[in-house]
């Protein structure tokens, strides 16, 4: 494993902030295939730092001991917003910039806009793929997922169909995606899977486990890891979900969401999944009810909520 800072900047007090890139070359040094793996590009989206991790140990061993079976080059940059890391923001700090909305684009010459732009410019020359690992908000939990543009879904629907991950939401285009990594990536032909799991400011290792062994599978499918050098893995057949297959519920009233319910359930129409009650009169404000049959696979983590608030999300059975 090669360990090399792309990014390096002193900060105000006189250390440094470095995005690091872990490499693990192809064994002949003839890589047939380069991916990429990046998390932290909010920085407290600690679960893709997790599944970072559980590569780097994972991989780190089979180097050790089946160098030979690195048939293709591997990096791994498992920070990539160091500054909103070590404060556990989303942002970088001091601008409040997102890093995940500046690729591509000129937006000036702050700290953070630099380092996201040596780090797109670093990924460009090191990827034929991509894999770029989130969580969702404070707010919300979510199943793991992976989430694809519909411009992009004929290329990655079959490679994220690999990933073991419970869903593939296709997405209608939308302006904000414009100035994202997995958008840009994609965009200059390098098939990238922008995956959500988990929430923010927590690890949820039931749901980061299979994501490690979708990856593991990933990595041999695309003939990065030699296929032959373990049992192949079984992968999950993820459901892939269209706009119209996707029903929510939002709060009606202001209150303290209690849910008796939980992500992964199979969910009844009218089903109750939770109950907003009012803290200070002692009252039940709403009885939140499954609104179809289906995948419970968004559920408000957050108890404090206010009108309009998102609470579920509901995969519909088929027959829905």
């Known amino acids: 494993m090669k360990t090399e800072a792309i990014v390096s900047i002193k900060n105000a007090l006189g250390g440094r902030l470095e995005i690091v890139r872990q490499s693990f070359p192809a064994h002949n040094g003839k890589p047939t295939k380069r991916i990429s793996f990046v998390a932290g590009l909010h920085g407290d989206e600690l679960a ?17 001991t089946r160098p030979e079976v690195f048939l293709g080059e591997i990096n791994i940059y498992p920070a990539a917003n160091p500054a909103g890391v070590h404060s556990a923001n989303r942002l970088w700090p001091y601008y409040g910039l997102d890093m995940n909305r500046v690729i591509g684009q000129e ?51 079959p490679l994220a169909s690999e990933a073991n991950a419970d869903l593939i939401w296709v997405h209608p285009m939308a302006g904000l995606f414009e100035s994202t990594l997995g958008y840009n990536l994609n965009q200059e032909k390098i098939p990238t899977l922008v995956i959500e799991t988990g929430i923010c400011q927590r690890i949820h290792t039931h749901l980061i486990d299979p994501l490690f062994e979708g990856m593991m599978h990933y990595l041999r499918h695309l003939g990065i890891l030699d296929a032959n050098y373990l049992s192949p893995e079984s992968v999950r057949s993820p459901r892939v979900l269209y706009p119209k297959q996707v029903m929510q519920t939002t709060a009606k009233h202001s209150g303290l969401f209690v849910s008796s319910a939980h992500p992964g359930e199979s969910v009844q129409q009218g089903q109750l999944l939770g109950q907003i009650v009012d803290v200070v009169e002692g009252d039940v404000l709403e009885n939140v009810t499954a609104p179809a049959a289906g995948l419970l696979f968004t559920l408000r983590e957050h108890p404090l909520v206010h009108a309009g608030a998102l609470l579920v999300r509901i995969a519909l059975d088929p027959e829905s």
């Not at 893709?48 to 050790?64: F, K, S, T």
């Open 48 to 64: 893709g730092l997790y599944l970072c991790h559980r590569l780097i140990h994972a991989l780190r061993e089979l180097e050790d």
């Open 107 to 157: 937006n000036g010459h702050t700290v953070g806009t630099r380092a996201a732009s040596l780090l797109y410019k670093d990924l460009l020359n090191n990827s034929e793929y991509a894999v770029d690992i989130h969580a969702s908000n404070l707010h919300l939990l979510e199943l793991p997922q992976i989430r694809v543009i519909e411009e992009f879904a004929v290329d990655l629907l």
